[in-house]
């Protein structure tokens, strides 16, 4: 059957999120929606630096019904009124270098020495490098009301396209879990790659500090409150410990506490929706995506890990998914989504795809 989707849709002009398909000859059920991560756009998916095909391609090749978004305020999603959605630099050229396509250089963890797959060289200079970097653009540093927006645009999208799984990138990883928290029967399956929602903090590893860190998402994986049970109405509620040892190779986590006096609060719509994370051996994610994992699990989410040096894809670092060997590592993922779908294809509300 052939899809005649050609989706190009705008809410409210200060609440903007844009998603755009392509026309194919749709031979599987499943739709993908494609969330990129941050200072990038949903172009990153498309192609990759040195022009090979990426994950959207991919995908479309082998017949599914993709959707790239344009997060609120980002791209295609820019906002006509600036004052809500402030923006700031995406990135910078020394911040891709040691934190993406060239952190062996940098050395700030042991895992980067493992680094082979980037496509050039990774540094300035490089056309491919060069061709990385100029698609960063600016993001919003109101998180805030991005995450509350892409909840309810999110929820909307799948309205109007059906039961989808959601594909996220780094940062981008808070989408699906806002949109499963609200919506969460519309959602097939959470598919993060290194996801960077890291629990009630973000770290700095790369350029600075092997074992620096902030404060960040008061409310665990997100900055706004999330369907939490038993319910909470501010994020001090969430009693935390640090748990693990700080190292560079892995670091420590912060958790709900685990105290006899103090409640776990859960969070049972997001445990509705399968969940998957992808980790390369020598991002710097190998080194704290346990504590994405450990949360995900204390709050009652059945969470999947996937180390790609497990699953027999090796040398990848952030931007696994635009390296040399990212048709090996889209196979990975691809495997997954095939089991998740076939897996709760007796479910009406969700569908069923053949191998």
């Known amino acids: 059957m052939e899809s005649d989707r050609n989706v190009n849709q705008r809410s409210r002009p200060t609440n903007v999120m844009c998603f755009g398909s392509v026309v194919i000859m749709s031979q599987k059920a499943a739709s993908f929606v494609l969330f990129h ?22 995908f479309l090749d082998r017949g599914y019904q993709v959707y790239v978004v344009d997060q609120t305020s980002v791209g295609r999603g820019s906002q006509p009124d600036l004052t809500g959605y402030p923006l ?46 100029s698609g960063f653009i600016p993001l919003t540093n109101n998180n805030t009301r991005q995450e509350i927006s892409m909840r309810a645009a999110g929820c909307k999208l799948l309205q109007l396209i059906g039961p989808s799984f959601l594909i996220s990138h780094s940062i981008g990883a808070i989408h699906p879990i806002v949109i499963s928290d609200e919506c969460p029967d519309l959602v097939l399956g959470n598919v993060n790659i290194e996801p960077g929602n890291i629990p009630f903090e973000s770290y700095t590893g790369n350029a600075t500090s092997s074992v620096g860190r902030t404060a960040a998402r008061p409310f665990g994986l997100t900055v706004h409150n999330l369907n939490y049970y038993p319910p909470i109405s501010q994020a001090s509620e969430l009693i935390t410990e640090t748990v693990g040892e700080d190292t560079p190779a892995k670091r420590s986590c912060i958790q709900q506490s685990t105290a006899a006096n103090h409640t776990i609060h859960t969070l049972p719509n997001v445990a509705k929706v399968p969940y998957v994370a992808f980790t390369g051996e020598a991002s710097p994610h190998i080194t704290y995506e346990h504590c994405v994992i450990q949360y995900l699990e204390q709050v009652g989410v059945d969470a999947d890990w996937i180390k790609m040096a497990d699953a027999g894809v090796h040398g990848n670092a952030h931007f696994g998914f635009l390296e040399k060997n990212n048709v090996q590592y889209f196979k990975v993922v691809e495997k997954w989504i095939k089991k998740t779908a076939n897996g709760i294809g007796s479910n009406n509300s969700r569908r069923h795809f053949d191998e």
């Open 88 to 133: 700031r630099i995406g990135s910078t050229a020394n911040i891709s270098e040691v934190g993406f396509t060239a952190p062996e250089i940098a050395n700030a963890y042991p895992q980067s020495q493992n680094h082979t797959q980037w496509p050039g060289t990774g540094l300035r200079g490089d056309p491919i490098f060069d061709a990385f970097e």
């Open 37 to 58: 991560g941050g200072g990038v756009s949903g172009a990153t998916w498309l192609n990759t630096p040195d022009n090979r095909k990426g994950f959207a391609s991919l």
